[in-house]
């Protein structure tokens, strides 16, 4: 078990796929804090990780509140000790800055359609603050206590959006573009203290946010579906626990000790592809 008595930290961890890091942290022998804004969503995975023989901690917390998190950092610390590994996976986007249609058409500015020029400020200001804000936030508060200590690690969850931008949904690709760019950044900054920053871009993985895009109400696929497997050379969306093996990678110290600053595509090919 490469992780034995680390403490990782998983924002976000009620959701699909940070739930099966959590768990998955879990399973490498790390104590783990579930940090989720549904405390019922962490809960549960928390429950299942203490049934598998591991060691959770579910805290309700808002990413985007610092004293939310001072709180959550004083329990952890208290129950378990200082963070080790602290994985930013709370993220998400907002139909408010979600167009209809991939390309403008002038036909799309009535009243049935959200064109570009329909997308709300408050949309946008969401989609950032999630994204970027819950990354910064909790690498302010958690960070502080990885300086200079040996096996330490921030993990950031990006998305192949930050490489290339996804019609349709312009804040939460530029936000994800931010956390690439930040997540660079972080790893710089922090290098002489020894603290290694990375993260994970996942392609195309079937999410409880991004279901109503890819399928229809009746189970069917989108349009969309169909235009991502055909973009995608390995035909099909990813599983969640096909992120898993690039999360331990990168959180096992002995594994990746001279990697920091990179941003990992797990896309089934996707990044690879001209179309042609």
Same mark, same amino acid.
């Given at each position: 078990?490469?992780?034995?008595?680390?403490?990782?930290?998983?924002?976000?961890?009620?959701?699909?796929?940070?739930?099966?890091?959590?768990?998955?942290?879990?399973?490498?022998?790390? @104590?783990? %804090?579930?940090?989720?804004?549904?405390?019922?969503?962490?809960?549960?995975?928390?429950?299942?990780?203490?049934?598998?023989? $591991?060691?959770?901690?579910?805290?309700?917390?808002?990413?985007?509140?610092?004293?939310?998190?001072? @709180?959550?950092?004083?329990?952890?610390?208290?129950?378990?000790?200082?963070?080790?590994?602290?994985?930013?996976?709370? $993220?998400?986007?907002?139909?408010?800055?979600?167009?209809?249609?991939?390309?403008?058409? +002038?036909?799309?500015?009535?009243?049935?359609?959200?064109?570009?020029?329909?997308?709300?400020?408050?949309?946008?200001?969401?989609?950032?603050?999630?994204?970027? *804000?819950?990354?910064?936030?909790?690498?302010?508060?958690?960070?502080?206590? *990885?300086?200079?200590?040996?096996?330490?690690?921030?993990?950031?969850?990006?998305? *192949?959006?930050? &490489?290339?931008?996804?019609?349709?949904?312009?804040?939460?690709?530029?936000?994800?573009? %931010?956390?690439?760019?930040?997540?660079?950044? !972080?790893?710089?900054? &922090?290098?002489?203290?020894?603290?290694?920053?990375?993260?994970?871009?996942?392609?195309?993985?079937?999410?409880?946010?991004?279901?109503?895009?890819?399928?229809?109400?009746?189970?069917?696929?989108?349009? @969309?579906?169909?235009?991502?497997?055909?973009?995608?050379? *390995?035909?099909? &969306?990813?599983? +969640?626990?096909?992120?898993?093996?690039?999360? !331990?990678?990168?959180?096992?110290?002995?594994?990746?000790? &001279?990697?920091?600053?990179?941003?990992?595509?797990?896309?089934?090919?996707?990044?690879?592809?001209?179309?042609?």
């Amino acid at each position: 078990m490469s992780l034995q008595d680390k403490i990782a930290v998983v924002t976000g961890a009620g959701g699909v796929l940070c739930s099966v890091f959590a768990k998955a942290l879990a399973g490498e022998g790390a @104590r783990v %804090a579930l940090l989720d804004l549904n405390a019922a969503a962490a809960e549960r995975v928390a429950q299942e990780i203490r049934q598998s023989g $591991g060691e959770a901690l579910a805290l309700e917390c808002d990413v985007l509140d610092k004293a939310s998190l001072a @709180r959550a950092h004083a329990h952890i610390v208290e129950t378990f000790g200082v963070c080790d590994i602290l994985l930013n996976g709370a $993220g998400g986007n907002s139909p408010k800055c979600t167009t209809t249609h991939e390309h403008y058409s +002038p036909k799309e500015l009535d009243a049935e359609t959200v064109s570009f020029f329909d997308l709300e400020k408050s949309g946008f200001d969401f989609v950032f603050g999630l994204n970027l *804000m819950g990354t910064l936030l909790p690498t302010q508060v958690f960070a502080l206590d *990885m300086l200079d200590r040996s096996g330490c690690c921030v993990l950031n969850i990006a998305s *192949m959006n930050a &490489f290339t931008p996804l019609t349709k949904i312009p804040a939460y690709s530029a936000a994800k573009a %931010a956390v690439r760019n930040f997540t660079q950044w !972080l790893a710089v900054h &922090f290098a002489p203290a020894g603290l290694r920053v990375n993260a994970i871009a996942p392609g195309f993985f079937v999410t409880a946010q991004n279901r109503d895009l890819l399928f229809h109400a009746d189970g069917t696929p989108t349009p @969309r579906t169909d235009k991502i497997l055909a973009a995608t050379p *390995m035909g099909r &969306f990813g599983a +969640p626990e096909e992120l898993v093996g690039t999360l !331990l990678w990168l959180a096992d110290a002995d594994k990746s000790a &001279f990697v920091t600053g990179t941003v990992i595509p797990v896309d089934g090919g996707f990044s690879a592809y001209s179309g042609v």
